[in-house]
């Protein structure tokens, strides 16, 4: 576990964590994902997907609505345990350890990622626990300590100059697009080094989405991020490395320039005429 | 063609006759009652009929504190009993429970609403009577004949689960999907989610719910009448009987032509009962309107 | 730490379930007590006859005059419950479709009147009784009963009516329907099965309850002929003679008691079944 600090006079570390980037080893992929299945009922929602998502790129998850994108996100975190009706099997495995079917202690493997859902969802304390929840669940106590994260981490999605007079008001009171920079300052407080996103942008205005879009560019440098959504231009802008998707299958794979210049597929080309 | 807007002017009409009697029905019933229990206004102060504790109808005097009291008592007692059990119900069910035992369990919720109130007074005569009797008062090292305050607030708590769990359950189903995933997300085991988001983010909703289940056994009659013993005092031992305000009025219907005032003294008592009962509503409704209306 | 948490889920997932599970241990044991005791002393004569001399001293008879009374004031009851609270619930629906204030606070006071206990509702018709000069009799019975299972009736339907989505009104306004036309044809078919539970659950409340009869409809070992007339009703059948010495006659309350038990277990049963079959075909 990373420690939290506080750094000594003189120094300053409100800036990123710059021992995110030593986890696990260098060039292994982040998440790997294998021969993962889910099925709905009689619906197979997600057929046999395999994939590996590299370190510290933006992973762009694209495809059409109800084609499987955000379930395959909520199966790497273990969240479709909330959602009784759904049958997992397979293997994810976040660094090395295979969370849908880990010995270990779940809830610290999810600390590992950070999730920004579709529409933000404070959860219902102020702005300053919102963000010292997560860490105390941690086990960190220290008062100080605790404040000090909070600053830093609200300074680093660029929110600690709108919100510092405000800290114990109750987090509904921000706009949508503050409370979406809020939950991402809340999941990064948690040290995780995967970031995922769930259409973080589709309920916010287009100056919120840019300022989020901008955020995420920075952060790539220290954490990997993916990334769903099913809009092409948001894709285009932000990807490394593009994931199609289409009716619970993965279509194709690869680099941006690759994908939208010579789609290999008919379902891709198809989708990238409709986008433009 | 002129027949048919005649008959939509009528059924029009009666449909908002309808609508507005059953509305003002409180209102006529508090009018009514009030104007039966005028005269024992003029005999007592409303201070010293609620606070006075002598009962004695034949020398006109109507002191209601035993039998508010006592109300109170199995009440609360009910309350304290029933609580966390319609709390952990309804957690289990909305949270953690799967389809299977939910299409079980609504049913089961449903006949305990249905019961009628008698029938849970019979249960309590057979069952819970003698195990206060026999098992918790030995237990305690008192003698209790089993008919007593502690009999009423078990079968009493028994009967406002069901109308407080159906609540509670509407209640957490309003909770956002997401709001439970973030948490999760964030590190959370699923009872810390439970504890830190649903429950507080519910927290004005499960008071609400608590506070109607409060109303309702605050006027329950029948079942309470039958276990608790009957007897006038003011007790602060839950072995001892008591007699709440609903069975006082039950009890005594048939007398009370034969004594002055004691009609207007049971239609006081009757109308304390809706008023507190209709403040209580009132104010809980609005909360849980409120928490359930976002 | 980490053992902290695991030990406080688990310890607390074990009272979530213990908590759910004895709702279900709770209901068959009331229900195994009923019937056992109740069983014991049912036989046709039970069901079949009106109680004969002696009857209170554990001669002969039944409580037919009982369950006959306590059939008479649902039934009737439900009739009214049904001519008022129908309308009512379809003018919410209807003409106050577009007032979402109205409406709202309407739906408040329906639910705070459905809090109203059924002593309260009995002390009022005892006061009405008075005041018009009335014996208790089957008619006093079934208006306080029917005052007492309105606000179910309205509410329960109004929920159902409630889901119908406003685009069905509109379809039916446009085809040149009047209000009422659609109210009747469109919307009270739509809702049937809403309907159906809202009766059956009246119903169920007004067969069942004890105090508000208690004032109103007397008590008597014949079988009423006419509205003006006593009625003896179930609930009160097995609370006078449950308060009876005698054994026989106490065997008796857990055997009426068994029947009323069945009763509501019929009513509750069939409200399930019959507003499943009803809502198949219907639009959500």
Redesign the interface.
């Known amino acids: 576990m990373i420690p939290y600090i506080i750094p000594s006079e003189g120094t300053n570390d409100l800036g990123h964590d710059s021992d995110l980037s030593l986890r696990g080893n260098g060039s292994q992929p982040v998440v790997r994902v294998k021969n993962l299945n889910v099925f709905a009922g009689e619906h197979h929602i997600l057929k046999n997907i395999n994939l590996e998502i590299p370190r510290n790129k933006i992973t762009v998850l694209l495809g059409p609505s109800g084609c499987g994108k955000t379930t395959l996100l909520k199966c790497m975190n273990k969240l479709t345990d909330l959602y009784k009706e759904l049958k997992v099997s397979g293997s994810i495995y976040i660094d090395d350890d295979d969370i849908l079917n880990a010995q270990g202690y779940i809830p610290e493997i999810r600390q590992r990622m950070g999730l920004l859902s579709q529409r933000p969802f404070p959860l219902p304390m102020s702005i300053f626990r919102n963000v010292s929840y997560g860490i105390k669940l941690k086990g960190i106590s220290d008062k100080k300590l605790i404040a000090h994260n909070v600053e830093k981490y609200l300074r680093e999605v660029g929110l600690w100059e709108e919100v510092k007079d405000r800290l114990n008001q109750p987090a509904t009171s921000l706009s949508i697009g503050q409370q979406q920079r809020l939950c991402l300052a809340r999941g990064l407080a948690v040290k995780p080094h995967i970031i995922l996103a769930d259409e973080p942008t589709s309920a916010l205005d287009p100056i919120s989405s840019k300022i989020i879009e901008n955020l995420f560019k920075e952060l790539k440098k220290n954490y990997t991020i993916i990334l769903v959504t099913h809009v092409l231009r948001q894709a285009v802008r932000l990807a490394d490395n593009v994931v199609f998707m289409y009716y619970g299958e993965i279509i194709e794979q690869g680099p941006p320039e690759r994908l939208f210049n010579e789609p290999a597929t008919e379902k891709l080309k198809e989708y990238i005429y409709e986008g433009n | 063609m002129q027949k ?2 005649i ?2 002017k009528i ?2 009409t ?3 006759f ?2 507005i ?3 003002t ?2 209102l006529i ?1 508090g009018v ?2 009030y ?2 229990s005028a005269p024992i206004f003029e005999h007592q102060s409303l201070w010293q009929l609620i606070t006075g504790s002598n009962w004695s109808p034949t020398r006109g005097n109507f002191g209601f504190w035993p039998f508010i009291s006592s109300s109170l008592y199995v009440t609360i007692l009910s309350f304290i009993l029933a609580v ?6 309804g ?3 909305t949270q ?4 299977t ?1 939910n299409k ?2 609504h ?6 609403a ?10 309590g ?3 819970i009577v003698p195990f206060v009797s026999k098992v918790l008062a030995p237990f305690f090292n008192v003698t209790s004949s089993g008919y007593s305050l502690f009999a009423g607030g078990i079968v009493l708590a ?1 009967m406002c ?2 109308y407080m ?1 159906n609540m509670l359950i509407e209640v957490f189903n309003t909770v ?17 989610a439970v504890k ?2 649903v429950v ?2 519910s927290f004005p909703g499960i008071i609400s719910a608590y506070g ?1 289940g409060l ?2 056994a ?5 079942a309470v009448m ?1 276990v608790v013993g009957n007897r006038i005092q003011v007790s602060v031992n839950p072995f001892e009987a008591g007699y709440p305000l ?1 069975a006082l ?2 009890n005594n ?1 048939g007398e009370m032509l034969s004594i002055p005032m004691y009609d207007a003294a ?2 006081f ?2 109308l304390l ?2 008023v507190i ?2 403040i ?3 104010i809980f ?2 909360f849980i ?1 409120k928490a359930t ?1 976002q | 730490m980490r053992k902290r948490k695991q030990i406080e889920e688990a310890i607390f997932m074990f009272l979530l379930r213990v908590s759910t599970y004895s709702l279900i241990a709770i209901l068959a044991f009331i229900i195994v007590i009923i019937f056992v005791k109740g069983f014991g002393a049912l036989n046709p004569d039970m069901v079949l006859k009106t109680p004969k001399g002696g009857f209170y001293y554990g001669g002969e008879g039944g409580v037919l005059n009982a369950i006959v009374g306590s059939l008479y004031i649902a039934v009737g009851a439900s009739v009214i419950a049904i001519v008022l609270g129908a309308p009512a619930a379809l003018y919410i629906n209807v003409h106050l479709v577009r007032h979402k204030r109205t409406r709202n606070v309407i739906r408040y006071l329906l639910d705070a009147l459905w809090g109203i206990p059924s002593i309260v509702y009995g002390a009022f018709g005892f006061t009405l009784m008075l005041f018009l000069g009335m014996n208790a009799s089957l008619i006093a019975g079934i208006v306080v009963v029917a005052l007492l299972i309105t606000p179910i009736v309205v509410r329960t339907f109004d929920e159902v009516l409630s889901t119908i989505p406003i685009g069905l009104h509109e379809a039916s306004l446009a085809l040149g329907s009047t209000n009422t036309e659609m109210a009747f044809k469109v919307l009270f078919k739509q809702g049937l099965p809403g309907f159906i539970t809202a009766v059956l659950l009246g119903f169920g409340r007004g067969i069942g309850d004890a105090a508000s009869v208690l004032f109103t409809a007397g008590y008597t070992d014949l079988i009423p002929t006419a509205l003006d007339e006593p009625a003896a009703t179930l609930p009160l059948a097995i609370f006078f003679q449950l308060g009876s010495p005698i054994p026989e006659v106490r065997e008796r309350a857990f055997a009426a008691a068994a029947i009323l038990t069945i009763i509501i277990l019929i009513i509750s049963l069939s409200a399930r079944i019959l507003s499943k079959r009803y809502s198949r075909s219907n639009i959500r």
């Open positions: 048919r807007f008959t939509d059924t029009w009666w449909m908002l309808s609508l009697l059953i509305l029905m409180p019933m009514g009652l104007l039966k966390p059990v319609c709390l952990f119900a957690i289990y069910l953690f429970a799967s389809g035992l079980i369990m049913p089961v919720i449903d006949i305990l249905g019961l009628p109130s008698v029938i849970y007074g019979v249960w005569i057979l069952i028994i689960i069901p769990l956002p999907a997401g709001m439970k995933e973030a948490s999760l997300a964030l590190g959370a085991t699923y009872w810390e830190h988001v507080r983010k109607l109303a309702k605050f006027g329950e009659t029948i039958m609903p009025i039950a219907y049971l239609m008592a009757a009962l809706l009962i209709l209580i509503n009132l409704r609005y309107y209306q």
